[in-house]
């Protein structure tokens, strides 16, 4: 079984940025892919960005050049740095990780504060 944890989510103002971490543990299998999806309020969950154990990136179109994807393979951890934040990324922000099945955090609330 695997659990992810994340954290880091808040509320900030439009134009800041956030920093949001996920740490795995349990049985986890390599190669996988690890990323996050973001749900707002009356919308499905959408992707946000991924990132492979060989640090392969993808991004949505909507936050490219804003957010950064990383990785450290040692400690099973994922980060996503978000910059210059817009109202329109409030969302509860989902860590995932892919293997031969998919496992899901419990989510963190961003808040963009227009």
């Known amino acids: 079984q695997v659990q992810l944890v994340e954290s880091g989510g808040g509320l900030v103002q439009a134009g800041g940025s956030l920093r949001l971490s996920c740490a795995a543990s349990?049985?986890?299998?390599?190669?996988?892919?690890m990323g996050w999806y973001r749900q707002a309020p009356g919308k499905q969950r959408e992707l946000v960005a991924l990132i492979s154990s060989g640090d392969s990136t993808n991004y949505a179109d909507s936050v490219k050049g804003r957010f950064t994807i990383s990785r450290d393979n040692a400690k099973n951890t994922v980060h996503l740095q978000m910059n210059s934040l817009k109202s329109e990324d409030t969302a509860v922000y989902y860590c995932?990780?892919?293997?031969?099945?998919?496992?899901w955090g419990q989510g963190t609330q961003v808040t963009v504060s227009s």
């Open positions: 995932n990780l892919r293997t031969w099945t998919a496992y």
């Open positions: 349990g049985s986890i299998f390599s190669p996988n892919v």
